[in-house]
């Protein structure tokens, strides 16, 4: 894959029933070269999660020190720190530690997420948000660099439409 076939235009319109908000965002992004496909998707969807709070941050160098999706506090601690995919069990319980919420974005019934589940919900102030492996295979299959997407997310589900396609998630669990 060529530099260029890294580098994404989003255009995300999004509603967030459970935030009770509207709002779109437009940035440039790339995958890079020490990131896979899912984990790209799972980020962005990450993002779309938390782009209600205008000070969400998208991590766009893929740095395992700093959240895949973060949110600071005025005092630079991180109020909200999402990973996705599968990250390192033991450097999310030390930051769990030390931020107010730990989120994590993962497949469901994946078997990273069987290992870590009863570790994590030890914090109370971790949550674990489990999506369906076919929702993100789809949005992999279809990935264009022009990321076009109207995205709707309510309590029990989440959808992504890109003027072409449309993909609804089977499950979309948040605990």
């Known amino acids: 894959m060529s530099d260029k076939a890294r580098i994404f235009k989003a255009r995300f319109s999004i509603a967030d029933l459970r935030q009770q908000r509207n709002h779109q ?3 440039t992004t790339a995958l890079t070269k020490n990131e896979t496909l899912e984990h790209f998707v799972l980020k962005l969807v990450g993002y779309c999660l938390l782009s209600y709070d205008r000070h969400a941050v998208l991590n766009k160098l893929s740095d395992r020190l700093q959240p895949d999706v973060g949110i600071q506090a005025l005092d630079e601690h991180y109020k909200t720190w999402l990973s996705v995919d599968q990250p390192n069990l033991d450097q999310l319980l030390k930051i769990a530690k ?3 919420e730990l989120l994590v974005l993962t497949i469901s019934n994946s078997q990273w997420l069987i290992e870590s589940e009863a570790r994590l919900k030890l914090f ?4 674990i948000i ?3 492996q076919q929702f993100v ?3 992999q299959m279809d990935l264009t660099r022009s990321l076009n997407w109207d ?3 309510d309590e029990s589900s989440l959808m992504i439409s890109d003027k072409v396609h449309c993909y609804a998630t089977k499950q979309f669990e948040w605990h």
Do not use: G, T
Not at 124 to 127: F, M, P, Q, R, V
């Open 98 to 100: 030390q931020v107010d």
């Open 151 to 153: 995205v709707i997310i």
């Open 137 to 139: 295979d789809d949005i």
């Open 124 to 127: 109370a102030n971790s949550h």
């Open 25 to 27: 965002e437009v940035f």
């Open 130 to 132: 489990e999506i369906d």
